[in-house]
C-alpha cells in the first residue's frame, strides 16, 4: 500500500465533517504510543510550553536516578541513548528550538555532573561530543540575545 502525501491528505481531510475527523484521529490514537503522546501534546500542553519542558525534566532526572554511575560504561552508556532517544521523540511533538535546547543543555548537564566522562571511554566522550555539536547547531540557528545566554550555558557543560 503505497501512502499518500501530505498535500493528499490535508485536501481529502479538508473534505470531512467535523465527526468524522474526530472519529479518525482517536482510531489513530489507538494504534500507537506516539501518536496519542503527540496528540496529547497538541491538545493540551501546546500552550504552556513552560510547563511542558518542566515536566520533560523531571522526567529525565528520574531516568537518571536508573543509571549507576559505577555500572560499567556498556551499561551507563546504553542508559544514555534511551534518555537520548526519549529525548528527540518529545523534540520531534513541540518542534520548538528553545525547547530542544533547553532540554539538551539539561541531559548534558546531568552527564558531565555524573562524572563519567573522565573515563577511558571513547565511545561515551564521541556521545557527549556529539551532543555537544547539536546543541552548537541550534545556538547557531538562534536570535543574537539568545544565542549568548545559551552559549554561557553551553560553556558551562563544556568537557
Known sequence: MKSATISELKKELSTRNQSELIELCLRMARYKKENKELMTYLLFEVYDEEN????????????????RSNASIYFVLKGLRKISRYLTRYFRYSGKK???????LHYCGKIRAMNILGSESVVLLNFYRRQLKKIDGLIAALHEDLRIDYANERERIEF
Open 52 to 67: 511542558y519542558v518542566k515536566g520533560i525534566i523531571e522526567e529525565i532526572d528520574h531516568q537518571f536516578t536508573a543509571i
Open 98 to 104: 528553545n525547547t530542544e535546547l533547553q532540554l539538551l
